[in-house]
Structures are given as C-alpha cells and as structure tokens.
C-alpha cells in the first residue's frame, strides 16, 4: 500500500518547509524563562532575530519565529552550563546550521510511506545515481533498519 500520494504527507512537506509559527515576546519569554528586557538585549546584540511586519501601519509589537523560539532556548540551555552569552549564542549558530541541514535533508528525502514485507517504511527516495534502487527505512523493537529495493520490484 502507497500512500505517498496522500495529501497529509504533501501538506507535511511544505508546512516543514514554511517556518510559519510565531510568537509575541510575552509569549517567548514565557515559554522560555527568558526575560524580555534579556530577549530585547539579545535582539540588540543580534542574536536573536524578530521577524518584520509586513504591515508598516500595524503594531511595532515584535513576532518570533519557531526557530528563534529554540534558539532561546538552546542559548539559555548554554548560559545554564556557564557559558558566556557570546559562547552560547556562537554554539547556537553552530547547533542551527545542523538543524537547517537536517530540515533541508528531512524535506527532499521524505517520498512518503509504503508498507513494504509488513512493515511501514519511510521512502527516502533514489539509493543510486542511475535511479534504479531506493532506499526505505523502518523502525522494529525501537531500532531502525534499513532496506534497498529495485524501483520496479514492490
């Protein structure tokens, strides 16, 4: 059974790819136990990025991204260890560019799910440059295996 043409698995793809969460800095500080005097240093200090209002005419009040949302965290997580704000903020650009790696690696190589010798396995697409082996995933006993079959074999 293939449901790779399911439109939940489409609309996954590209709301992944969005990034539309946001957050007010009431919001953010709540949730992260970051105070907004501290969120609005660390915008200053470019750290942390609001994301603009396209409206010109409506409030000033800054949104945050989901993204921005767990780089708070993950700099107060370093703060936490005894880092210095400049360290942590570093180790989050560092910790961000291998979550943009790995969201960038997730969107291009999900092709779906298909159940395969009675297991449910993720499709991540072509194995091979010739286009005539993909390779599939699953997970068993909380492990995950993998398998390569023939484009034309199910």
């Known amino acids: 059974m293939n449901i790779q043409g399911n439109a939940f698995f489409k609309n996954f793809k590209a709301q992944v790819n969005k990034h539309q969460f946001a957050l007010n800095i009431s919001d953010l500080a709540r949730v992260t136990g970051v105070s907004q005097t501290q969120l609005r240093y660390w915008e200053q200090k470019n750290y942390i990025h609001s994301?603009?209002?396209?409206?010109?005419?409506?409030?000033?009040?800054?949104?945050?991204?989901?993204?921005?949302?767990?780089?708070?965290?993950?700099?107060?997580?370093?703060?936490?260890?005894?880092?210095?704000?400049?360290?942590?903020?570093?180790?989050?650009?560092?910790?961000?560019n291998q979550m943009e790696m790995m969201r960038i690696f997730v969107v291009n190589a999900f092709q779906g799910i298909e159940e395969r010798d009675g297991h449910h396995m993720i499709n991540l697409g072509y194995f091979d440059e010739a286009h005539t082996q993909r390779l599939y995933c699953f997970i068993a006993d909380g492990e995950s295996h993998y398998r390569i079959y023939p484009v034309d074999e199910k």
């Open 51 to 96: 994301i603009k209002n396209s409206d010109t005419e409506k409030s000033t009040a800054h949104r945050y991204s989901y993204g921005t949302l767990m780089r708070v965290h993950f700099i107060k997580a370093m703060l936490d260890e005894g880092f210095t704000l400049a360290a942590a903020a570093q180790k989050a650009s560092e910790q961000s």
